[in-house]
């Protein structure tokens, strides 16, 4: 076994040489000796096979020429030999002395294979993993843990072996088990041989334990990416929620009392609003590409398909009570954009289709139109079953937009759904016409001949678009009688009247303009009558 002896460095140096002391070269005469016998004593030495505390004596040689007897601390190496090794290694690792902790892994590596894992978590939570990385455990191509790379500086004693120290001491210190009524977590992970899945919990253990203890899920993040690159697998959700929470602390400023176990309780949805809860409606745009749409690539990652439902379910959602954000999710996947929020256009129609739909305010007909704006002309792209059902219901949807913006017009406020709830009811249909004339008739001015036609114009054009469950002659009746708010019945006829034309006259005196309805209602499929030859002058009937 290798030695070594402190002694004074220039002892026998100039035994064989004669040296005048009041020579002025006679000082760097002996520097030269003793820097040759320097160089020739470490040519001797293979730094490699040197323990720590031999490391520790050359560096103090190195340092100088007293470096050695200045720096050589007795003291902490004969507390070094009698401390616990485990307890040293911690002390190592809490100290980020890294380079001491490698030595000590490599030639104590019996001792502390079964604590390593729990050593290895008293790396200050503050300090970047990528700094102790090469004492990170790793997985290899096959699927098994890589052992650690072992070395001895001598053989082992026969008084060292295992049959020999149980007789003087039947049971063995426990060296490590300090750490575990410390960390009783950290039980688990007390293991000589630890297998893939071993680590892959342990692995999760410190990153969570990290972002808990010190507040930085950097350094969580830093951690699981590390074992992502040593093979360990297991770990991508976990990556995702932790990237997800990096994302919150420092991009979104989520409350600081949200904690990353209540985070991965949390739906996916639900994650989401959390992050896009926190985007202004000035920046939401760039937060769609910031924020949204790196979480939702995660998701789909994990689940292929979840980045479309996902989204859906969110503009759906936002659609019910507001159209604002979903109007700037559609205007941002127009088909001409570079990077559309919607990569596929049939997405986009199906998506806007049922937003607009289910919004249940009858105040957001300017919104729809812009979202109606961001939808694909036909031809656009490759046509396939689905996109032409999809134009069909775009078309659909025009009419019906259509229908509500003359609605609106008129002071007739609803929302989109109702068009397309009521287009195929006669009698809701019906009820709607009259409130349209009526709501015209008991405006405070009256409106003008112009504003009539208008009205009846529109009514008709309802009609013809969306409400085909009614005869246009039904409108024109409904128009005619529900348009004015007073009216007075002349003349009521009932009954079978023959088949002869019968002669009818009537006085009408009116201070101001007027209007003549004539209705009428048949029996049956059978019945009949007409009107004709209608004649109007001013004076008295004769």
Not at 236 to 262: A, G, I, K, R, W
Not at 290 to 303: D, M, S
Request: aromatic share 8%.
């Amino acid at each position: 076994m290798s030695r070594f002896i402190f002694c004074d460095p220039e002892d026998g140096l100039y035994e064989d040489i004669t040296l005048d002391e009041f020579d002025p070269e006679t000082q760097t005469k002996k520097e030269e000796l003793k820097k040759a016998k320097q160089e020739e004593m470490l040519n001797e030495l293979e730094f490699k096979n040197l323990n720590l505390e031999q490391r520790e004596v050359c560096r103090c040689i190195l340092g100088g020429v007293h470096a050695a007897a200045e720096r050589f601390n007795e003291k902490f190496f004969q507390k070094f030999r009698s401390e616990n090794i485990v307890e040293i290694a911690v002390n190592y690792a809490r100290d980020n002395n890294i380079e001491a902790l490698e030595t000590l892994f490599t030639f104590h590596w019996e001792d502390l294979r079964p604590h390593r894992l729990g050593i290895l978590s008293n790396f200050p939570e503050t300090t970047n993993p990528h700094e102790y990385r090469s004492l990170l455990p790793e997985v290899g191509n096959d699927k098994s843990v890589i052992p650690w790379e072992e070395d001895r500086w001598r053989e082992k004693d026969w008084s060292e072996e295992d049959f020999c120290r149980t007789i003087i001491e039947p049971v063995l210190p426990d060296l490590g088990g300090f750490l575990y009524e410390e960390n009783p977590g950290l039980k688990e992970f007390r293991m000589a041989n630890p297998n893939t899945d071993d680590l892959s919990k342990w692995y999760s253990f410190r990153a969570c334990e990290i972002e808990r203890l010190s507040r930085q899920v950097d350094l969580s993040v830093e951690l699981v990416k590390l074992a992502t690159e040593r093979g360990v697998e297991g770990l991508s959700e976990l990556l995702d929620n932790l990237v997800t929470m990096e994302m919150l602390v420092y991009d979104c400023y989520v409350d600081e009392n949200l904690t990353f176990d209540e985070l991965q309780k949390m739906a996916d949805y639900d994650k989401l609003e959390l992050i896009m809860s926190k985007a202004s409606t000035e920046m939401y745009t760039k937060c769609l590409h910031k924020w949204l749409v790196p979480f939702l690539q995660q998701c789909e990652h994990r689940q292929p398909g979840t980045f479309t439902s996902l989204l859906r379910d969110y503009i759906v959602t936002k659609a019910k009570t507001d159209l604002t954000l979903p109007t700037k999710i559609f205007e941002a996947s127009k088909a001409t954009q570079k990077r559309p929020i919607i990569s596929s256009q049939d997405d986009v129609m199906s998506m806007a289709l049922e937003a607009l739909y289910v919004c249940g305010r009858d105040d957001q007909l300017d919104l729809a139109l812009e979202i109606f704006q961001c939808l694909p002309q036909k031809g656009y792209g490759k046509e396939t079953k689905e996109s032409i059902r999809l134009h069909k219901e775009i078309d659909k949807l025009e009419r019906h937009l259509g229908a509500l913006k003359i609605l609106h017009e008129q002071d007739v406020k609803k929302p989109l759904h109702y068009i397309l709830e009521t287009e195929k009811d006669a009698d809701d249909a019906k009820m709607l016409m009259i409130r349209l004339t009526r709501a015209a008739g008991k405006r405070s001015e009256p409106l003008s001949e112009i504003a009539w036609r208008k009205l009846h114009d529109d009514v008709i054009q309802l009609q013809n678009q969306v409400y085909r469950c009614l005869s246009s002659g039904l409108c024109h009746e409904v128009q005619q009688i529900s348009g004015s708010t007073t009216r007075y019945k002349l003349l009521s006829l009932t009954g079978n009247k023959g088949d002869s034309w019968l002669e009818q006259k009537l006085s009408i005196t009116s201070p101001s303009t007027f209007r003549i309805v004539l209705a009428g209602t048949i029996g049956g499929d059978t019945s009949d009558m007409a009107v004709d030859d209608i004649r109007i002058k001013s004076g008295q009937c004769k």
